[in-house]
Structures are given as C-alpha cells and as structure tokens.
C-alpha cells in the first residue's frame, strides 16, 4: 500500500513538471478593449497543416466569443495569427574514468572517455496579434511557445492549453479566469 501511494505521489509529481507553453501578452495601454464587440480574420495561421489551423482559428474563436465578442465580416478588431518553428539542439557530454584520481592537487589522473549525445528537437511559436480596424493600431499580442511533440494529439493539446493561458487575463484589465 506504502509503494502504490509512492507511486501515485511520484505520478503527480511528474505530470506537475510536464511541458506547459510559455505564453505572453502585450497590449496598448491606451486601447479601450470596452468599445470592441466584433472581430474578424485578417490572416489566419501559416506553416501547420490544415487541420492544425482549424483547431487554431476555432480556439481563437472560442476564446473570444467566451469574451462577449462575436465575429462579423468588418469587425472593430482585426485578428491575426501566425506560427513559426525552429530547431534547437541539445548537447550533453558524459565523462567517465577508471574510478579513482580526482582534479587537482591530489587528482591521480588516468585515461577516460568521454560520449557525447545531441538532441535536436522543434520549438514551436503561436503569435496572435489585434489590431484596432479604425485606427489600424496594434492593440493586443500573445504568444505561445513550446517544444512541438511528435503526436498530434499531444501537438493539438499544447496548442489549446497555450491559447486558453493566453486569453487568461483578457480583455487587458480584467482579472484572470480561476
């Protein structure tokens, strides 16, 4: 019973530390989101498959609609959204020895090897970006980035969850959704 509620602990644990996106946001300080009811799709994201710009644009949408606004062909507030990736590397270099010696001045030496491994993986960044339609001022930015995961299913979740963390706290002002 003792190693089934270790085990559970350690479960907990691991899923508190899981990848959970960066995100976020900028705004104008002088914008009045309290004027602004309507929107509409200036550009809708590039660079992801179609199915994965669906979900990004209907999250968007739900988000926003969950605001109080709605869409319309000549919105107050232009919406623009664009995702880029890039590659990063990780290096990890082991060392190992005969087991004995040390550095400096009591350090015996001896001949080890060293191994070393490189990861290369995909960060991917969402960009969200409004636009007041009368003034053509940018008025609000978020944005979202995490290491992209080969599954869709776990791709898709990090999309949605770094979309509902950035429209946490909007319109700007306002207090954060508990």
Known sequence: MKSLALGVALLTMLAACASSPTVHTDSDPSAQFSQYRTYSWLAKPE?????????????????????????????DVGVAAHVATEQRHDI???????????????GMGGMGSASTTVRTYKVGTLVVDMFDTKTKKAIWRGTASDTIPSSPEKANAIAQAGITKMFEAFPPGSAPAK
């Not at 992801?48 to 919105?75: F, H, Y």
Request: avoid cysteine; charge should be negative.
């Open 92 to 106: 990890d270099t082991f060392y190992s020895g005969p087991g004995w010696g040390g550095w400096g001045w009591y």
């Open 47 to 75: 660079g992801v498959s179609p199915l994965a710009q669906e979900r990004i644009i209907a999250a968007v949408d739900a988000q926003l609609q969950a605001k109080g606004w709605t869409q319309a062909p000549n919105g």
